[in-house]
Every structure is written in C-alpha cells, then in structure tokens.
C-alpha cells in the first residue's frame, strides 16, 4: 500500500527536481563552472532551509 | 541521428578537402573502411568526436595539433570537419573548425545549421542541441576500439564498465548532483565551527573530515585488491587452460576441474545450512525460552474459557440487540430510564464485541502454534546442524582430492606441469594473501564509518544547541538525505540496467559463440565468462574477445530502448550510428565469419574499419549483401618510392594502391571503392 508521502518527503522530492533541473542546465549548456554550479545547488539548499532571520 | 556524409578539411593526416559518404540504407547498413594501421582510422573517428563535442579519445596522440603540416607549410591556417547528419527526419550540418595559433573563444568554433529546403537555419545554442541528439558521456560508446577490448577484461575493468553502463543509463545529471552535494554538504559543516560553537566542534569537525579521508583511502585500497585477485584469477584460468590442453596433465586438470566444481557446490550447501541455522535461531529461539509462559497463558485461558469468562459469557451484539428491542430474553419490558434497563445496559461493560472474540482466537492460535513449533523446533535444527557438519566434511575431503591432484601435477616433469603447477599454487596463496587483506579493510572501512556517524551525530548535538550552528545543521542534514536518496535511486536504477545488459549480452554470445560458457556480471561490474565447471575461460580465449563486442552492442541496444525514457532525472538515450575500429581482433576465423554476421544487427548504422588482415577469413564475404558504401584509405608520400615494393589491393576487380609516392603532400586520401 502506498503511504501518501510526508511533508518532508514532498520538500526533498522538490527540491531533488530544481537540482536535477540545475544539473541539466549545466550539462547541456557544456558549462564546466564547478564552483557557478555549486554555488547555485547552495542557493536551492538555502531556499529549502530559510534561517529565521530570511 | 543517420550520418550521411563526413568532410575533413586539413584535418591532421588529411590533406585538402575529402570526404566520405556512409551509407543511409536500412538494408545496406555497413559502410566499410579499409585501412592499414597508422593511415588515419583513429583520426576519421576522432573527426566525429571532435567535431560533435570538441573532444577526442584518449589514444589520440598529439591531441592539440589538428592542421595538416603541409597546409601550414602552404600559409593554411584553418582545418574544419563537417557532418551532415539526419535526426528525426530534419537535416543538419554540424561544422567545428580550427585555428593555428588563435583560442577557440576568439571565433565561431562550433556551428550547426538545419537545412531546410532551399535555405538554413543557424542553431543559435549548437552544444545542447548535438546533446539532445547524443549525450556527450554516451558518444564515445558508439566507438568501438577492438585493438584495445582488453578493457573489459583488465585491471580497471569494474570502474570503466561501471562508467560505461551509467554513461548510457544517463545518469549523469544524478551523479554530477551526488558529488555536489557531498561538497555541499561538507561545506556548511565546515562552517558550523565558525559560529560562536565551542572549539569541541572544531575538533570533531577535523576529526570527520579525516576519517572520509580514512574511508576514501581504505575503498581505493580494496578496489585495487580487488582488481589484482581478478588478474590473478585470470593467470590461474591461463595455466588450467594450458594444463587440459596437455596430454600429461589432462586427465588431472579433468579430475581437478570436477573437485573444485564439487567443492564449490558442496561450500554452497555450508553457507545455506548456516544460514538455516541462524534463520531458526532468529525464528524460533523465542519458542524455546517461553515454555513457561506459553504454557501458563494457554492453561489460563483454557480454565477461563472452561468456567464461561473468557470470552464474556454474552456478547456486545446480543445486549445491543436487547436494548433496541426494549424486551429482555425472560419477556419483561426494558424501557428506557428504567432500573431494568440500566441493569442490562451495564452488561455492555463485560460484553464481548467481535474485535475482542477475534483477538482471543488469534492468541489462542498463536499459542498452539508456539506449542506445536516448540515441539518440533528442535528437530528442525538437528537436521540443518547434520546438513552443516555433512557439507564441512564434504569441504574437507574435496580440499584433500585438490591437494593431492596438485601434489600428483607438481610431480610431473613433462612439459613445464610442475613449473606451471608451482606457479598455480604460488598464485593462489598471493589471491588469497589479498582476500585476508580485504577483509581486514573492511573490517577497518565499516569501523571508520561507525566512527564517522558518531561524529556526524555528536556534532549535530553540539550544534543543535548553537543557534547560530543549528542553521548549518538543518542544511547539512538536508544535503546529506537527499545525497542519500540520489544514491539509493541510482542503485535501483543500475541494478535494471545491470539485468537488461546482462541478458543482452548472454544473447549476443550465444548467437556468436560455438560453446556453451555463462557470464558472470557481479554487482561491482566485475565481468567473467566461466566454462560449464564454472572456472574462468582465459583472457586469451576467443570467447573473450568476443566479450567486448557483444558489451558494446549491449550497450548500443540499450541506448536506443531508452530513446524515450521518461524519468526526468535521466538523460534520455538515443539511436545513433556505430563505429568499429578492428572489432575482430584476434579471432580466429570461424569466429569472425559469426561476428561479422552479426555486425550489421548490432545498429541501425554500421561504420566497419578494418585492414587487410582483419578483412580476411570470410569477413567480406559474410557481409556482402550489407555493404552499402566501401572506402579505402591510402597512404601519400611526397617521398619517392625507392626500392619499395607495391602494395596493391582488389576491390570490386578493380586495383587501389594503398600507398603512392612523389606525392605534393604527406598525409592519407579517402578514395572511394564501392561495387557501384
């Protein structure tokens, strides 16, 4: 039987696909920026996990 | 994607503007290219690479200098390769150039126009869209290099196999995000010390980033172990072959073969017995512990039920029943509010509801079980124990019978038996001496990472109690958890493409190969064929040449399956030409008359290189009627010919000297040989 999934599980599903999407902007563009691409996968983890202060 | 025609300007060994026009048709789907070596049949395949994604193969040497030297020498300064391809029933002309002496950045390298009838559209982004057409990390599986097919059978064959299944599964995009976010992760944990946290966090922090370190280490170790017993395994399959080819030693090697056969079976029914063994103490170790209690519990009830108490002597139903129809079972009236009424609703209390008798039956079920289970659990057990003891013994005397062959085969001074036997045993103590070594480091890899959790856990406790380190926990664990589930997807993932490949390729060998063998693919990529007594076939066995090939065309098969694969994490596959470059190796002839039959079914289209030596044994022959396009590539000299001898070939009845001299230039001609 399928579980409906969790609040947390739905945000990790989310937030896999604007990463996957990051990773596909990147592999098809031929961009070998690293440091760019991680830099934009740490803004996605920032915006799923605002601090109380954002 | 159908090629339909490649043009090479000034590109490394060919000089001026050539070209070579495939063959488009389904039924003659071979183009083939006769080339000696050192004639540019490594480079026609790298002007596809190159030109596609500006890369080339590993082998190409020299890599940087593309123009031909005597179109420099002539004040040339721009090489060019194009390729007008069909994709999707659209045309295009993908054109990459070459500069001498400017930087890709400072012009238009790379261009891809789609040809509509009577004018051109340029691509305004040409890198995604040859791409979407064939992934760059799949590309170079359409390139078959049979010179080198040792690769599956090699040292590193388990990371490039690997690589090379994951490459047509697409899954590049999930790989290139499981190492981001590992950096990412180690990112905000490094920046949690930073915070007002103790210098404690400091230390563990340190503390985790060394034991990755550790683990790192450790698992390159062991793939490396790894890697040298499967070398190892090889030389011993190389020595057995040789012992049951000789007359002396063949009747021994027989005898061995059908031990260790034995002995694997007989290790087989050991480690199920254990396992039996320990799944019954799993099972019913409780059986045995709770007598006591099983017995007092099924005693108890028994009496109550004996004595009307359990369940309730009436049920919740009956009551109900009662109540509603406001007369009781004696006839009298039970109205509402009166005395009567209550007294019987107050039964409900005791009543026992259908929940209640169905728990009742279902312990008292269980507790006749755990009574009969009990009393035939022992039994059980004896017999996987007698299975266990039978099998160990069963080990001890196969071992004993291999020893002996092995004393029986060093004592025989025939032929270098005992040098190769001696040789045998000596490799077999070192695989084993690496075995030992392997578990110790996995003993030290899992006792690393039970260290590396505790930090992991002891430093979220110390920061969980830092605001201004709980932030970096939270996006930490985050990045972790999905690391994680990326990785649990693409085991899933693998382990399907693993079955899917794994098929194809038994398919292909039986349809290529004359004995019966089984392939072997291990989790870990590790890929082997075995003979029917289950002991590898030598690396230098026809069979596993045929390997590579038959990976590759597994692979090629795949790609086009998945052309519409769906999952968004993925990339898609794709249908694309296949080139081989010498795909026969050192077959002998019956095996490459099969494979070359086979050939033209291994893509929708087929470019074939191959020299005179490759072509010979019946090759062209069996491909025939599937050759649409036939090519020779012949060898300029600006030398003059001296006292070399001519080297002349028959295509078609026709005769091509593969190479001239006093030629204006030093390079290779693309000189077309079809039946046509």
């Given at each position: 039987v399928n579980q409906p999934a969790s609040d947390d599980e739905e945000l990790q599903g989310r937030v896999i696909e604007q990463i996957v999407e990051l990773q596909r902007e990147f592999y098809f563009e031929n961009k070998d920026k690293t440091t760019e691409r991680r830099r934009r996968l740490r803004e996605i983890i920032e915006r799923a996990t605002p601090s109380r202060d954002d | 994607m159908w090629l339909e025609k490649i043009t090479v300007k000034d590109f490394r060994c060919f000089y001026g503007e050539q070209s070579i026009d495939l063959s488009t048709d389904p039924e003659k789907n071979v183009t083939v290219v006769h080339a000696e070596n050192g004639v540019g049949k490594t480079t026609l395949l790298n002007a596809l690479l190159w030109c596609f994604y500006g890369m080339t193969t590993a082998r190409f040497e020299k890599r940087d200098d593309l123009l031909h030297y005597d179109a420099i020498a002539e004040g040339r300064h721009s090489a060019f390769v194009e390729v007008l391809f069909e994709h999707n029933e659209n045309r295009y002309r993908a054109r990459r150039y070459a500069m001498d002496g400017a930087k890709p950045e400072e012009y238009r390298e790379f261009t891809i126009m789609r040809l509509d009838q009577g004018h051109s559209v340029t691509l305004e982004r040409p890198d995604t869209f040859i791409n979407t057409v064939i992934p760059k990390g799949m590309?170079?599986?359409?390139?078959?290099d049979g010179e080198h097919a040792e690769v599956f059978l090699g040292e590193d064959n388990r990371s490039r196999i690997r690589g090379a299944v994951q490459d047509i599964l697409g899954c590049t995009l999930v790989e290139t995000a499981i190492k981001d976010l590992s950096e990412t992760a180690t990112y905000y944990r490094r920046q949690m010390p930073t915070t007002r946290a103790s210098a404690n966090m400091t230390e563990i922090s340190s503390r985790i980033d060394a034991l990755a370190g550790q683990i790192q280490t450790a698992q390159e170790l062991r793939d490396r172990l790894k890697g040298e017993i499967e070398v190892i395994e090889q030389q011993i399959a190389d020595i057995d072959e040789n012992l049951r080819n000789s007359a002396a030693a063949k009747a021994l090697q027989s005898q061995r073969d059908s031990a260790a056969r034995e002995l694997a079976r007989a290790r087989k029914r050991e480690t199920d017995a254990q396992d039996e063994v320990l799944r019954w103490l799993g099972d019913n170790g409780r059986y045995l512990v709770s007598t006591r209690i099983t017995e007092q519990t099924f005693e108890h009830l028994q009496t109550q039920e004996t004595k009307g108490r359990i369940p309730s002597p009436y049920n919740e139903e009956f009551v109900r029943d009662l109540l509603d129809m406001g007369r009781c079972i004696c006839g009298a009236p039970l109205h509402h509010g009166t005395e009567a009424y209550a007294s019987v609703e107050s039964m409900l209390q005791k009543a026992a509801n259908a929940t209640l008798r169905s728990r009742l039956s279902s312990i008292r079920a269980r507790l006749s079980q755990l009574k009969s289970e009990r009393q035939s659990a022992p039994g059980k057990l004896d017999a996987a124990n007698k299975r266990l003891a039978t099998a160990r013994q069963e080990i001890s005397s196969y071992e004993a019978e291999l020893a002996e062959i092995s004393g029986k085969l060093a004592g025989i001074d025939l032929d270098e038996i005992a040098v190769r036997e001696a040789k045998r045993n000596e490799l077999r103590k070192t695989a084993n001496e690496k075995r030992e070594q392997i578990g110790t480091i996995n003993f030290r890899i899992e006792s690393a990472e039970a260290d590396k959790g505790n930090a992991e856990k002891e430093l979220k406790r110390l920061a969980e109690n830092d605001a201004d380190a709980r932030i970096f926990v939270r996006r930490y664990s985050l990045c972790e958890t999905l690391k994680g589930r990326l990785e649990r997807d693409l085991q899933e993932e693998e382990k399907a493409a693993r079955g899917v490949l794994r098929a194809a390729i038994r398919k292909i060998l039986e349809q290529t190969g004359r004995k019966a063998f089984r392939l072997q693919m291990t989790e870990d990529y590790g890929i082997s064929l075995l003979n029917e007594a289950g002991t590898q076939l030598p690396k230098s066995s026809g069979e596993n040449q045929l390997l590579g090939l038959a990976f590759t065309a597994a692979l090629v098969e795949y790609a086009r399956v998945r052309q519409n694969a769906e999952d968004y994490r993925l990339l898609k596959g794709t249908v694309a030409p296949l080139v081989l470059d010498?795909?026969?190796?050192?077959?002998d002839e019956e095996y490459r008359k099969t494979t070359a039959e086979y050939v033209p079914r291994m893509a929708g289209q087929v470019v074939l290189m191959i020299s005179r030596s490759q072509a010979s044994g019946g090759v062209i022959e069996a491909l025939r009627e599937r050759i649409g396009e036939e090519y020779a590539l012949v060898r300029k000299n600006k030398?003059?010919?001296?006292?070399r001898a001519r080297e002349i070939r028959q295509f078609h009845g026709k005769d091509v000297e593969m190479a001239t001299f006093d030629d204006p230039f030093d390079g290779s001609a693309i000189v077309s040989v079809s039946a046509s």
């Amino acid at each position: 039987v399928n579980q409906p999934a969790s609040d947390d599980e739905e945000l990790q599903g989310r937030v896999i696909e604007q990463i996957v999407e990051l990773q596909r902007e990147f592999y098809f563009e031929n961009k070998d920026k690293t440091t760019e691409r991680r830099r934009r996968l740490r803004e996605i983890i920032e915006r799923a996990t605002p601090s109380r202060d954002d | 994607m159908w090629l339909e025609k490649i043009t090479v300007k000034d590109f490394r060994c060919f000089y001026g503007e050539q070209s070579i026009d495939l063959s488009t048709d389904p039924e003659k789907n071979v183009t083939v290219v006769h080339a000696e070596n050192g004639v540019g049949k490594t480079t026609l395949l790298n002007a596809l690479l190159w030109c596609f994604y500006g890369m080339t193969t590993a082998r190409f040497e020299k890599r940087d200098d593309l123009l031909h030297y005597d179109a420099i020498a002539e004040g040339r300064h721009s090489a060019f390769v194009e390729v007008l391809f069909e994709h999707n029933e659209n045309r295009y002309r993908a054109r990459r150039y070459a500069m001498d002496g400017a930087k890709p950045e400072e012009y238009r390298e790379f261009t891809i126009m789609r040809l509509d009838q009577g004018h051109s559209v340029t691509l305004e982004r040409p890198d995604t869209f040859i791409n979407t057409v064939i992934p760059k990390g799949m590309a170079s599986h359409f390139l078959f290099d049979g010179e080198h097919a040792e690769v599956f059978l090699g040292e590193d064959n388990r990371s490039r196999i690997r690589g090379a299944v994951q490459d047509i599964l697409g899954c590049t995009l999930v790989e290139t995000a499981i190492k981001d976010l590992s950096e990412t992760a180690t990112y905000y944990r490094r920046q949690m010390p930073t915070t007002r946290a103790s210098a404690n966090m400091t230390e563990i922090s340190s503390r985790i980033d060394a034991l990755a370190g550790q683990i790192q280490t450790a698992q390159e170790l062991r793939d490396r172990l790894k890697g040298e017993i499967e070398v190892i395994e090889q030389q011993i399959a190389d020595i057995d072959e040789n012992l049951r080819n000789s007359a002396a030693a063949k009747a021994l090697q027989s005898q061995r073969d059908s031990a260790a056969r034995e002995l694997a079976r007989a290790r087989k029914r050991e480690t199920d017995a254990q396992d039996e063994v320990l799944r019954w103490l799993g099972d019913n170790g409780r059986y045995l512990v709770s007598t006591r209690i099983t017995e007092q519990t099924f005693e108890h009830l028994q009496t109550q039920e004996t004595k009307g108490r359990i369940p309730s002597p009436y049920n919740e139903e009956f009551v109900r029943d009662l109540l509603d129809m406001g007369r009781c079972i004696c006839g009298a009236p039970l109205h509402h509010g009166t005395e009567a009424y209550a007294s019987v609703e107050s039964m409900l209390q005791k009543a026992a509801n259908a929940t209640l008798r169905s728990r009742l039956s279902s312990i008292r079920a269980r507790l006749s079980q755990l009574k009969s289970e009990r009393q035939s659990a022992p039994g059980k057990l004896d017999a996987a124990n007698k299975r266990l003891a039978t099998a160990r013994q069963e080990i001890s005397s196969y071992e004993a019978e291999l020893a002996e062959i092995s004393g029986k085969l060093a004592g025989i001074d025939l032929d270098e038996i005992a040098v190769r036997e001696a040789k045998r045993n000596e490799l077999r103590k070192t695989a084993n001496e690496k075995r030992e070594q392997i578990g110790t480091i996995n003993f030290r890899i899992e006792s690393a990472e039970a260290d590396k959790g505790n930090a992991e856990k002891e430093l979220k406790r110390l920061a969980e109690n830092d605001a201004d380190a709980r932030i970096f926990v939270r996006r930490y664990s985050l990045c972790e958890t999905l690391k994680g589930r990326l990785e649990r997807d693409l085991q899933e993932e693998e382990k399907a493409a693993r079955g899917v490949l794994r098929a194809a390729i038994r398919k292909i060998l039986e349809q290529t190969g004359r004995k019966a063998f089984r392939l072997q693919m291990t989790e870990d990529y590790g890929i082997s064929l075995l003979n029917e007594a289950g002991t590898q076939l030598p690396k230098s066995s026809g069979e596993n040449q045929l390997l590579g090939l038959a990976f590759t065309a597994a692979l090629v098969e795949y790609a086009r399956v998945r052309q519409n694969a769906e999952d968004y994490r993925l990339l898609k596959g794709t249908v694309a030409p296949l080139v081989l470059d010498s795909p026969f190796g050192q077959l002998d002839e019956e095996y490459r008359k099969t494979t070359a039959e086979y050939v033209p079914r291994m893509a929708g289209q087929v470019v074939l290189m191959i020299s005179r030596s490759q072509a010979s044994g019946g090759v062209i022959e069996a491909l025939r009627e599937r050759i649409g396009e036939e090519y020779a590539l012949v060898r300029k000299n600006k030398d003059s010919r001296g006292s070399r001898a001519r080297e002349i070939r028959q295509f078609h009845g026709k005769d091509v000297e593969m190479a001239t001299f006093d030629d204006p230039f030093d390079g290779s001609a693309i000189v077309s040989v079809s039946a046509s």
